[in-house]
């Protein structure tokens, strides 16, 4: 079992900036790849990045050139950083893992952190 605790949410204006962070912890060989999603009420989870084990990153067209996404392993988590943020950025942000050799064809979800930008 992997348990994910996402932080770093809040309430930002227009513009500001905004790091999410989040924690793995629990049996866990290594996670593969992590991915940060979001959702805002009455609509479906949308990926915003993911960061592999090799490091590569991907990203979302919506927040490419103002969210990075970065790992630090030996501390088993993930950061979002988010610049320029904009009132559509605000969503409850997830967290998502993999750990496929202890874990083979299953992801874990955090509880999510609400990211809100007023304009």
């Not at 924690?23 to 060989?29: H, L, P, R, T």
Request: hydrophobic share 30%.
């Amino acid at each position: 079992q992997v348990r994910l605790v996402e932080s770093g949410g809040g309430l930002v204006q227009t513009g500001e900036s905004l790091k999410l962070s989040c924690v793995a912890s629990g049996s866990i060989f290594e996670i593969h790849t992590f991915y940060w999603y979001r959702q805002t009420p009455g609509k479906e989870r949308e990926w915003v990045a993911s960061i592999g084990v090799d490091r590569k990153t991907y990203y979302a067209d919506s927040v490419k050139g103002r969210f990075t996404i970065s790992r630090d392993n030996p501390k088993r988590s993930t950061y979002l950083h988010m610049n320029d943020l904009r009132p559509e950025d605000t969503a409850v942000y997830y967290c998502n893992a993999d750990d496929p050799v202890y874990s083979p064809g299953r992801s874990y979800w955090g509880q999510g952190t609400q990211v809100t930008v007023s304009s």
